[in-house]
């Protein structure tokens, strides 16, 4: 007893982090787990695996709106949106020495073909044939003119056949010692409650990476993400910070700061198109137009969000919108709504309430996972906005997995929801307008829960997909907008903020506002890549 | 009735009992709404392709079988040891994720336990023994109150004013991430400087129900007969104290203790996150999260077993102590 409390009594030997070490908070996990396979779709492969210990062939950039060349040194279509050819940097080494060579990235996309469980993109659901002609040559052969699945094949990891290959059941393959050509490939440490990555001794690219080792302490909760970050333990994290300027940069100004662009995926409020009364555009116009989506950040996402664009396209889109916009359906307008409402024939009855065509009051109940604060705060303000135009709008939480088996089958009538993101317009509107991504009502669709087609968008998407001329894809994709704003398929509220938090008092170099080389936030993978390689410890400035 | 034909019933009964919970253990994530596909793909809330369920659905190997067949193949690896592949996890199977949690969770909740038991009796006892004293005014109350906090709160503020603000202990991990998990004294030294507070918040929580059990038991035992007799007799109080009142007072909290040994290991599930102690109980709240059956379903019998056979051992240990419990 009495040599437990010496020892308990001896100050904390708080050892000083290794200059040169990085630490990063992106999981939220009470125990690591040694996982490193960036093929699997689940998710259970450790942050940074695919962009990081893996890399891509490119990387879309959000902030420029191009593709920089990373594996490979430049793309071309050698046959319009059909066959695709990848010319590979000639100088990138695996981590153990061997060279890097277009024969691993076709053996790598042919791996997907030969265990569809690991195509995570369905790449094969348009990749006709995977060739490597000579060693620095990739030639990929769609089944059919389809643009899009340029970013999908560009962002594949690209694994090392020389290991791959001995490896029987790559989909149950934990990979405990990965062997990538990413900035860093060594695992220094794995314990349960941290793990340290050092750096690739064969990189590419010269000079990089400029810090020695990352290291990721597992941290179960955002409170305790919070209380790390304020310590001061923390340089990079993806975390949700309340109030961030008083409670985390207040600390440090000097040092300490955040950036939360809202280049996220938007959310919003899905009608169930199939049903009246909300397979009327009017009605959901009108619904759109009861939103005072001002009050409804500033109520549910702390003031860090802005109201969505009218195109819905978050600010990671921000070079393929129309501006101006050509309508205005997202501002709050009452009068408007209620002669929408009015026009369709919902008009108020006596007891003030709006009633349906066969003249049951209309109750629309909204739809949210209970425990999702932000979400839960932004139900209740529509709601309240809702009942100012007649209609009633009781939030429903739901928990979680319930809410997804309802909202993914088409049970609702309004819910709140995620969409889906990709560096083109492209798949937004596919799952938001697209005939292709619609499923009856009862089965589980992945998106589109809203379960709307349009024939407009249908022959936009398929001229979309037909070209690989950029210019004429920023046509479409305004068209696509003026569609959407048209047929309003679906309620835009607010794009969701990438969280991104640094701290410089030992590493530098993170974008920032002023300094967009890339979204700050760890989330957006591969784009976290371009951090990764431009961060420096301070001392080396 | 003899004590081992006594105990054989009740092996038996137990034995009931843990097919039964098996059973359940099997039904009960199947009635959960939704697939686990499903559930991870809701995750990625859009990061990922929508044909990434399909995917999801190959990798995982989710099973169309009828429930019947499922259920025949789960007593069959139940009987093997194999608790199959997690999900959450994937590939890592059940045994290896429960293996990164449970011994931290018994260590922690475990010695917890040990010291709010041994405390609370110890306390309960001398508050009885000299009822009215200053320490049966004050322990009760005072530690009802305390206990009567909502535990997520008290963690938190521990966390908050002790941890971070004033710096006496670490808020978070079981041991200090420069200290090599191993068999030296730093490591032992560190690994309980960590769990001192989350230890010290769950005695404190827990402390005022092992108090009152006791005091309560020993206000019985001490106004029995054989006591009486014994203090006539002259025996000396120490004596009485220990021998004759304690031990029959025990009683009723050692079958509490023995229920509360059995859920240590379904981890202190506050604690954990509010500490980020790596154990069972957030393990619990992912698998749930995730729809992760055979996770779920490793975790749940490994709380099962342990509430049996932690019941078990009290058993035996009741007949052991107490006459009456063998007839």
Redesign the interface.
Known sequence: MIL?LG??A?A??V?PVPPGTMTVLQEQQ??W?R?F?PL?????ARWPTSAGIYEPLLIYNRATGEFVPWLASSYRWTDPARVLEFTVRPDVRWSDGQPFTADDVAWTLNLLKRF???????LW?FVQSVEAPDAHTVQITFTRAYSPGLA?VAHQPIVPRHVWEAVADP????NPDPVGTGPFTEIVRF????WELGKNPYYWQPGVPAVDTL?F?????N??AL??L??GEVDWAGSFVPAIARTYVSRDPEHRGYWFPAVS?TVFLYPQTTAAPLNDARVRKALSLAIDRDLLVKVAMHDYAVPSHPSALSDGYRSWRVEPPSDTWVRQDPQAAAALLDEAGYKIGADGHRHGLDGAPLELPILCPAGWSDWVRAAQTIGHDLDAIGIHAPLQGLD???W???V?RGDFALTLG?????PTPY?FYR?LLGSG?VKPVGE?A??NWQRYSSPAADALLTRFEATDDTAEQHALSASLQAVFADEAPAIPLFPTPAWGEYNTTRITGFPTAEDPYATLSP?T?PDALFVLTRVRPRSAN | MGPLIQLGRRLGLYALAAWVALTLNFLLPRLMPGDPAQALYARFQGRIEPAALDSLRVTLGLSDAPLATQYVLYLQQLAHGELGTSLVYFPEPVSAVIGTGLGWTVFLAGGALVVSFLLGSTIGALAAWRRGGWLDTVAPPLLSFLGAFPYFWMAMAAAWGLGFELGWFPVRHAYGPEVQAGATLEFVASALRHALLPGATMVVASLGGWVLTMRNAMLVVLGDDPIRYAQARGLPPGRIFLHYAIRNALLPSLTSFGMAIGFVVSGALLTEIVFAYPGQGYLLLQAVRGQDYPLLQGLFLTITLAVLGANAVVDALIIALDPRART
């Open positions: 437990a020892l308990l001896c904390d030997p050892a009470a125990a787990v996982n396979n699997l779709s689940t998710g259970g569809p469980a690991l195509d995570a993109a369905g659901t999908l989909v149950a393959f934990a314990d349960p409650q941290v290291r302490p597992a941290v179960a909760s409170d305790q209380l790390a304020i310590d995926d979680f997995g319930t997804f088996d309802r993914s995620w969409s889906v993101s990709g798949a799952g991504t589980p992945p998106s989330n993978v």
